[in-house]
Each structure stands twice: as C-alpha cells, then as structure tokens.
C-alpha cells in the first residue's frame, strides 16, 4: 500500500466530507424542525455557486486582487443572499403548507428545485461555467516522487467548514435562540403556547440552512472551480445521504454522516475504482441503515403507549 | 352573577372587571358541537375551577382559551396587566366580509394573519399545562424553564454567539428566576437531569413551574392532580393558593377530585355536554340539582328547569 496515497485520499476525503456536512446540516435542521424534506436545499447549493461567480465578477472588474478581500467578501455577500433565498423559499413555497398533510410540502419542495434550476438556466445560461483560481499554491509533503498534497483552498475549506459547524453547534446548545429551536423540535405547538414565534423560529432555521450551503457552494466553487445549474442535484442526494447516514435530524450526526461519505468515497476511489464510487457510498448507507435503521447518532423511534 | 358570589371571590364593588371574560363560545368539530354558547367570567386573583363530567367539553374551553384551537363563535377576552386583548383576533381570524370596506379592520385581520398564532396568548398572559404533561423531555429541567421565559429574554442571536454584556445580564437573570421556581417546587436537585427522566409527580410540578415562568397573568391547570397520592394532592393544593396569593396570578382549574375541587376553589363553573349547566360558589354547586344530575343521572322527568 501507498502511504502517500492514502494521506492524499484521507485529506480529499475531508475537504469533500466537510462540504457534504455543511450541506446536510441544512437537509437535518428543516427535518428535524418540521419533519420535511427539503429537496430544494441541493439547489441553494447550486444558486450559491453562482453567486459567487457574479460577486468575483463584480469585485475583479473594480479591480480588488487580493485573494483574503476578494474570499472574505464572496463569503459574506454570498452567505447574505442565500440565507435570502432560504427565507424566501420557505415563505413563499412551506409555509402556507404548514398544516396540510406531509406529502403536501414534498411536492412544493420538487417544485420549488424545478424552478431554481430552470430560472437559473434561463437567466444564467446552460453552459458550464469556471472561475479562476483565486488562491493558487499548495502545501506538499513527503519527497519528490510521493508526496501529500494540500491546497490552500483546501485549507481554507476545511478550516472554514469546521468553524462554521462549531459556531452552529453553539449557536444550538448555548443561546437563547437556540434553545428556542430545540424546544420547537421537540413541540411545536407545545412552544407556541409558551409564547415562542414558531413560524420565526422556522424561518431561522432554513435561513441557518441556507447560509451553511451558501458557505459550501463558495468554498466549492473556489476550489473545483467549475459548475452549471444541475450540480445542485447530485450534491444534494450525497448530503442528504450523508443526513441519513448520520441520523436525520441530529446536527453532529449530519457532520459525522458527511465526513464518513466523504472519506469512503475518495479512499474507494483512490484505492479501488473511480467510477464506482457513489456505488459504494450508497451501499455503505444501505448496510448501516440495515443495522441501524435511524442512522448512526439518530434515536431509535420509539412507538408511544 | 350575583353580588353574593362576587362577595365571596373576595372581589370589592361590581365594578372590578372580569380577568377573563368568555361569551358565547362556541366550538364546532365538523358536525359535532363541542361546546355551545359557553359563558362564564373569571375574577382576578380567584380560583376557578371548571368541572363536568368526562367529555363535557372542559379541555376544549381550556384549548381555545389558551390559543391551542380556534374557537368557531363567540367572545374570548383577557384583561390583563391594564390592556384587553381579544384572544381570538390575535391567533389569525378568517377575513369578514365588512372588512373589505373597513381598512383598519382589513388591516389588523392581515396584520394577525401574517404574525398572529398560539404564542400571541402567552404574550397576552395566559399560561397552561396539560393533562397529559407536555414537557420538552429531551431537553434539561433547567433548560425546560428558560424556554419558557424567552418572551423576556434577549434572543438576538448575533448578541448571543458574541456573549454580550446584556445577553450574559439577561441569561443570569433568567437562570435566577429558573432555580427560584426550582426551589419553589422541590426540584433543584434534578435541575440537570432530563425533563422526561422525572418521576411523574416531578413532571407534573415541573410543568406548572414551566408555565409560571411565562410570567402569566392567568394559569390554566389542565386536571393537576390526575395520578397523584393524597399527600401530594394536598400539596398542590398549597402550592395553588400559593401561587394566587404570593406571585399573584388568577387559577383557572379542570379537576375531577372533589374533595379539591370544592376546598380550593371560590368559583366552580359546571359544563355538561358543551354547555354551562351552572356556575356558582362550592356550596350552591354543591346542592346544585342539575349539577347532582349530570353527575349521578336521574330520570328524565326528575330534572327541573
């Protein structure tokens, strides 16, 4: 075995696991808060990835060349625009559904992802698209031959995929506003009785979401560098996948669920076979949902008496 | 109602109004009349107890009282802490047709719809528990609390992942106010244990604990005493008038054992089948023949009007 080979797989697999996690923390959180798939989060993602275009578009022609402003800002204005988006979407497309039955905001959710993609088809063009590389350069380790070798946007990506979940997981257990979210998980109804704005709670949540995508579409995009307006689609199956694994509806299950995906799938295609590998990732959801039906950090659902 | 009952509610002069004045309610499931121009008032810092037989409609007044149904007729209104709130407005009515030529009315319909609902109620002051508890049993005994005082809380969540001054000032106080309700109940020791690892009689003391911390104005106990032992039936008793008269809130009670029922309360309000048969101090309830009736059962013709 090639030792370089797997410390390169096992930091690819990070990078790409990290992303999957940011991802599905926004599939867990609207699950675990009113029980829904939100098939339309994949393509925030895909939005997300164009809002970074056009925001390093716009920052290169005034000019700005330096790679922290030019990523700092993309960030913020991305993340700003997409948690609009998330909150629009929910508005527009969940809420007046609230109390119909469940299949009800399933279907509003395939409709509002048609309409994402067509709309950005439309105004954006069927084409791929590229963004240079803002942030060229690596760290390598090992000698010439075999080496390690990390981006410094893969750097970045991990760092930043890592602060956001933290920032998240605090933002969960530690405030007000978060406790809030929990108490609403638990019982809707139940919480508004005890005065909480369950519909602002709701919103927080898939802004939250949102933004945590919008995150993983500007870090993706600033290291592949390539996309169009069906990347939402696959990107969003692998996080919801990831979401599963982990046990829908806990948050460290969601990060625990989009490390192992990513990990399995680059070491598989490092070691065993590129084109298989989604193959592979879902069998090893299928073979744990087998033993554990409610993912790996999920709780059993226990039936009342 | 009489001078005589208001002389025993302790209540000075008729002039003093209602806390919680309810006309005609009526509540319709489909074809099925729950309740039926249902009327009664509720004095400010008095006991009133709701009794009837199983199935007369007593959780149903106290679910459209606290916002948990829309009520489909009739008046429902709280004056509390010097300003009357309808609480049917407030969750979101249906538009009528004399809005359309009303534009204040049409206004504050749309205003209710868009941000009105059940935590409108908690804000007006009304605070309830359940019959069957309803805790949020995954979250602590502590945490179970501060949910519940969030109405006074700062919940901006930049202030919070930020830990400011005024933040940290407003969880501490909140902390404060949860750890006196803990002593006041006896559960200071299971303050950090899981709300739904309590013995039953805890959950119970918890949950109206729960509802205390939304600072209310009035307090619906939905059957307190159900599944409790002598002793602690008679230590709720204590702790109801304690409430009433140390933290100043009016009682409103369902409970189906007597012997509390007719030593505690000031006010006893009768329903059977959906309608309020008689209303009155324990000792006219007492003597009530309807009352005798609809408890015992009698011949038809033994009833008189």
Same mark, same amino acid.
């Given at each position: 075995m090639d030792f370089h080979i797997l410390g390169q797989q096992l930091v690819n697999g990070l990078a790409l696991g990290s992303i999957y996690g940011l991802i599905a923390v926004g599939y867990t959180m609207v699950y675990g808060i009113i029980g829904m798939i939100n098939f339309a989060h994949g393509d925030v993602y895909m939005v997300s990835a164009y809002l970074t275009a056009i925001c390093l578009a716009i920052l290169s022609y005034f000019g700005?060349?330096?790679?922290?402003?030019?990523?700092?800002?993309?960030?913020?204005?991305?993340?700003?625009? =997409?948690? #609009?988006? @998330?909150?629009?979407? *929910?508005?527009?497309?969940?809420?007046?559904?609230?109390?119909?039955?469940?299949?009800?905001?399933?279907?509003?959710?395939?409709?509002?992802? #048609?309409?994402? +993609?067509?709309?950005?088809?439309?105004?954006?063009?069927?084409k791929t698209q590229a963004v240079p590389t803002i942030l060229? @350069?690596?760290?390598?380790?090992?000698?010439?031959? *075999?080496?390690?070798?990390?981006? &410094?946007? +893969?750097?970045?990506?991990?760092?930043?995929?890592?602060?956001?979940?933290?920032?998240?997981?605090?933002?969960?257990?530690?405030?007000?506003? %978060?406790?809030?979210?929990?108490?609403? /998980?638990?019982?809707?109804?139940?919480?508004?009785?005890?005065?909480? $704005?369950?519909?602002?709670?709701?919103?927080?949540?898939?802004? =939250?979401?949102?933004?945590?995508?919008?995150? !993983?579409?500007?870090?993706?995009?600033?290291? &592949?560098?390539?996309?169009?307006?069906?990347?939402?689609?696959?990107?969003?199956?692998?996080?919801?996948?990831?979401?599963?694994?982990?046990?829908?509806?806990?948050?460290?299950?969601?990060?625990? %669920?989009?490390?192992?995906?990513?990990m399995s799938e680059s070491l598989f295609s490092g070691f065993v076979n590129t084109d298989y590998k989604d193959v592979f990732a879902f069998s090893l959801l299928v073979l744990v949902l087998i033993f554990r039906p409610s993912g790996l950090l999920g709780k059993p659902l226990v039936e009342k008496v | 109602?009489?001078?005589?009952?208001?002389?025993? $509610?302790?209540?000075?002069? *008729?002039?003093?109004?209602?806390?919680?004045?309810?006309?005609?309610?009526?509540?319709?499931?489909?074809?099925?009349?729950?309740?039926?121009?249902?009327?009664?008032?509720?004095?400010?810092?008095?006991?009133?107890?709701?009794?009837?037989? $199983?199935?007369?409609?007593?959780?149903?007044?106290?679910?459209?009282?606290?916002?948990? &149904?829309?009520?489909? *007729?009739?008046?429902?209104?709280?004056?509390?802490?010097?300003? /009357?709130?309808?609480?049917?407005?407030?969750?979101?009515?249906?538009? +009528?047709?004399?809005?359309?030529?009303?534009?204040? !009315?049409?206004?504050?319909?749309?205003? &209710?719809?868009?941000? %009105? %609902?059940?935590?409108?109620?908690?804000?007006?002051?009304? !605070?309830?528990?359940? /019959? $069957?508890?309803?805790?949020?049993?995954?979250l602590t005994v502590v945490e179970n609390l501060l949910v519940a005082q969030h109405i006074h809380l700062d919940r901006n969540l930049i202030r919070g992942t930020l830990r400011t001054k005024g933040y940290r000032a407003s969880e501490r106080k909140a902390l404060e106010t949860a750890y006196h309700w803990l002593d006041v109940m006896n559960l200071t020791e299971d303050a950090n244990r899981l709300a739904g690892e309590l013995p039953y009689g805890n959950q119970r003391r918890l949950e109206i604990a729960r509802a205390m911390c939304t600072e209310p104005k009035l307090i619906c106990l939905d059957e307190p005493a159900a599944g409790l032992n002598p002793r602690e039936t008679e230590d709720l008793s204590k702790l109801i008038r304690k409430l009433r008269d140390e933290h100043k809130v009016t009682v409103l009670l369902i409970e189906h054992d007597m012997g509390l029922v007719m030593s505690i309360s000031e006010h006893i309000v009768v329903l059977d089948y959906g309608q309020v048969i008689a209303c009155g101090s324990p000792k006219e309830i007492e003597t009530n023949p309807k009352v005798l009736a609809a408890y015992l059962g009698t011949e038809a013709e033994e009833v008189v009007s």
């Open positions: 700005m060349v330096s790679p922290f402003f030019l990523i700092v800002i993309t960030l913020i204005v991305t993340v700003f625009f =997409i948690a #609009l988006y @998330g909150w629009s979407i *929910e508005r527009i497309a969940y809420k007046p559904l609230r109390n119909s039955p469940r299949l009800a905001p399933l279907i509003s959710a395939i409709g509002v992802s #048609l309409v994402l +993609q067509n709309y950005v088809q439309v105004s954006q063009g069927a060229p @350069g690596a760290f390598r380790f090992g000698t010439e031959t *075999e080496f390690i070798q990390i981006t &410094y946007i +893969q750097v970045l990506l991990i760092i930043v995929s890592f602060i956001s979940m933290a920032v998240l997981t605090y933002i969960i257990q530690k405030t007000s506003l %978060g406790r809030q979210c929990r108490a609403v /998980q638990q019982d809707a109804k139940m919480s508004a009785i005890l005065g909480i $704005n369950t519909d602002r709670i709701i919103s927080t949540v898939f802004i =939250i979401g949102a933004a945590m995508a919008g995150i !993983a579409g500007v870090l993706v995009t600033m290291n &592949y560098g390539s996309f169009d307006f069906s990347v939402g689609f696959i990107t969003g199956v692998k996080a919801f996948t990831a979401a599963v694994l982990g046990g829908i509806g806990s948050l460290p299950g969601a990060m625990l %669920g989009g490390i192992i995906l990513g | 109602m009489n001078a005589e009952t208001l002389a025993t $509610n302790g209540v000075v002069g *008729e002039s003093t109004p209602a806390l919680l004045n309810v006309d005609g309610l009526t509540m319709r499931f489909g074809g099925i009349i729950a309740l039926n121009n249902v009327s009664f008032t509720v004095q400010p810092h008095s006991i009133t107890a709701l009794i009837g037989p $199983n199935g007369a409609g007593k959780t149903t007044v106290f679910n459209c009282v606290t916002g948990f &149904y829309k009520a489909t *007729e009739g008046k429902l209104s709280l004056n509390a802490g010097g300003k /009357q709130t309808d609480l049917r407005k407030v969750l979101g009515e249906r538009f +009528q047709w004399s809005d359309y030529v009303n534009p204040k !009315a049409f206004g504050e319909r749309l205003y &209710y719809k868009a941000f %009105g %609902g059940s935590h409108r109620v908690a804000l007006a002051g009304v !605070a309830r528990t359940f /019959q $069957n508890i309803r805790l949020f049993r995954e």
